[in-house]
């Protein structure tokens, strides 16, 4: 549910966006955030980052989404941004096997600059391109229970799955804050993040954790 009239805002989250360039990402922003999409898009150069906010749980939530330029010579300056990141969204083009065998070492540059629990969701980006597939749901799925991240396939151009996305990795981020305010442990075992207390701006009520991970993709 997008909700923007509220002048209250009960939550900040940074969520990066991150993968090889031309895989969609700056695509995926802009249909999340303006809902446009652009066919003469541009590479992004450094970083770019939308804000949007949604009601979740009744709770004004602000989301700030950085989208990292893909490109090799810029990941030294975009590894920095990563920083007080509490959610991502790791992309690949269903269409290139090459974006999706190069995930594994984004996931790594991200789990080395972030916390180890930041919420990830796997994102095929391009599925309107089916008969150009190079990477099926099988092997993302596979990869994705592996590292416990979410997934989901969508597609830019035709809006498929793009709000799907982004509400799954920031309630399940809304979701461990809230349990995190009722325990007030700073670490447990089910793996709760640390995230920046200039993030959190005032805690609501405790949340139920979502059901499991690995169980969104595109039908």
């Known amino acids: 549910m997008a909700g923007g009239g509220s002048d209250k805002i009960d939550y900040v989250f940074k969520v990066v966006l991150i993968g090889d360039s031309a895989v969609g990402k700056s695509q995926i922003l802009a ?8 066919l003469d898009s541009k590479a992004t150069i450094g970083v770019e980052f939308q804000t949007r906010t949604l009601v979740i ?21 975009t590894s920095a941004y990563y920083r007080g990141a509490v959610g991502a969204l790791l992309v690949y083009d269903i269409t290139r096997r090459q974006s999706f065998d190069h995930i594994r070492r984004w996931l790594e540059e991200l789990r080395s600059h972030s916390d180890r629990n930041v919420v990830i969701m796997l ?7 089916e008969d150009q597939r190079d990477v099926t749901k099988d092997d993302a799925l596979e990869f994705a ?27 399940e981020i809304f979701n461990i804050v809230n ?8 670490h447990n075992s089910n793996g709760m993040p640390t995230l920046p207390s200039k993030k959190i701006i005032i805690p609501g009520p405790a949340q139920e954790i979502p059901k499991n991970k ?3 993709t595109s039908s």
């Open 123 to 129: 994102v095929g980006n391009k599925s309107d391109l």
């Open 31 to 38: 249909r999340f955030a303006r809902n446009e999409f652009a």
């Open 179 to 186: 349990k995190k305010n009722l325990t007030s442990e700073p």
């Open 57 to 77: 749980q009744h709770k004004s939530v602000k989301a700030q989404i950085w989208d990292t330029a893909g490109q090799e010579r810029y990941r030294a300056v």
């Open 214 to 216: 690995a169980c969104c």
């Open 145 to 171: 229970q592996k590292e416990n991240l979410f997934f989901l396939e969508t597609s830019a151009l035709e809006a498929t799955n793009i709000e799907n996305a982004f509400h799954t990795v920031l309630t």
